[in-house]
């Protein structure tokens, strides 16, 4: 019996080290993968991740894997070959990206998901994600408010297989088609693209010059529908982003943009390396698995106090 016992002592330990106390044994490394790093917002989340880290005495390596599925599996085996404790990832899409996240898990590293969530519960660590429902209704509703509840206007939509780009979707119109005076004169994807955005735009504008607003999934398809606009000299043409970049604050202190819907990108990175770190110590987040963070609608009232991806002390 005692045999037995030392027996199960050894295994429940050596499963404590493979997951449930999280990361590779001894390891100090947190691997962090973002889908961009000349994107602001996935620069700040890869900024906020690192920053944290090395505050919290790991060493860090940062990699951004382009929206592409197969490239983030060789990322996640890079990170299994360095012996990472835990990464922090942006993931490639909600179905394509379970099978890495897996991969990671089997390997013993805490994965820690932040933005994007995965099609898929009790593989990863934690998920973080901002709530993009509400915050869409926040921008869905200064979007209607600014075109005075009538008006045709334009839907830019960010990749078709990122949860986020569907939930915004369906934020937006949960306020809109409240309107009836709101008429969706096109919906189309810019997969999240500065260009694309601009393109589409520039066309839209061609078939439908009658158009009054664009509402955009991301801040960067804004901008490529601010830019635009612009060369069309379409000032009078409403204006909302979603994340809260410096763009288009600045587009919106000047008067070319109405609004953006903050989500916190760098807290949320941050807060993923707590987690992960919490992790690594106790064998447990101590939280659910899926945590989400309230977006902040940003106007020419508080615009001044955003900045990179935060407000300010004092803001409200």
């Known amino acids: 019996m005692k045999l037995w016992a030392l027996l199960a002592a050894v295994v429940a330990v050596a499963g404590f080290a493979l997951w449930g106390g999280g990361g590779q044994a001894g390891s100090r490394l947190i691997v962090i993968i973002t889908p961009s790093l000349d994107n602001p917002f996935f620069g700040q989340e890869a900024a906020g991740a690192e920053a944290r880290a090395k505050q919290l005495g790991y ?4 990699f951004s894997h382009g929206d592409d599925a197969f490239k983030q599996s060789e990322l996640i ?6 012996n990472a404790a835990a990464i922090v990832l942006d993931n490639a899409g909600a179905e394509a990206s379970v099978a890495a996240v897996q991969k990671a898990r089997n390997a013993g590293i805490a994965v820690i998901l932040i933005d994007r969530e995965i099609a898929a519960r009790g593989i990863a660590t934690a998920q973080i994600v901002s709530n993009n429902y509400q ?3 926040l921008g869905g509703q ?3 408010e600014a075109m005075g509840g009538k008006g045709p206007y334009v839907e830019l939509v960010g990749k078709e297989s990122d949860t986020n780009a569907n939930v915004r979707s369906r934020g937006f119109h949960e306020v809109l088609d409240q309107y009836p005076g709101l008429k969706l004169t096109a919906r189309q994807s810019a997969n999240w693209s500065q260009s694309e955005a601009f393109t589409k735009v520039q066309s839209i504008l061609q078939a439908h010059p009658e ?14 529908a601010v830019a635009a606009l612009q060369g069309a000299g379409r000032a009078d043409v409403v204006v909302v982003g979603f994340d809260g970049s410096n763009d288009v604050r600045d587009a919106i202190r000047d008067g070319k943009a109405v609004a953006t819907v903050l989500q916190p990108a760098y807290r949320q990175a941050q807060y993923a390396v707590e987690l992960a770190d919490r992790f690594l110590k106790t064998g447990s987040t ?8 309230d977006c902040i609608l940003i106007t020419r009232a508080n615009a001044a106090r955003l900045k990179d991806f935060a407000l300010q002390p004092g803001a409200r």
């Open 59 to 62: 060493e860090t390596l940062t």
């Open 77 to 82: 085996d890079t990170a299994i070959a360095r």
């Open 135 to 137: 915050g869409a209704m």
């Open 142 to 144: 200064a979007f209607a």
């Open 211 to 224: 158009i009054k607003g664009v509402i955009a999934g991301n801040d960067t398809m804004a901008m490529g």
């Open 286 to 293: 101590g939280m659910p698995e899926k945590l989400i963070m």
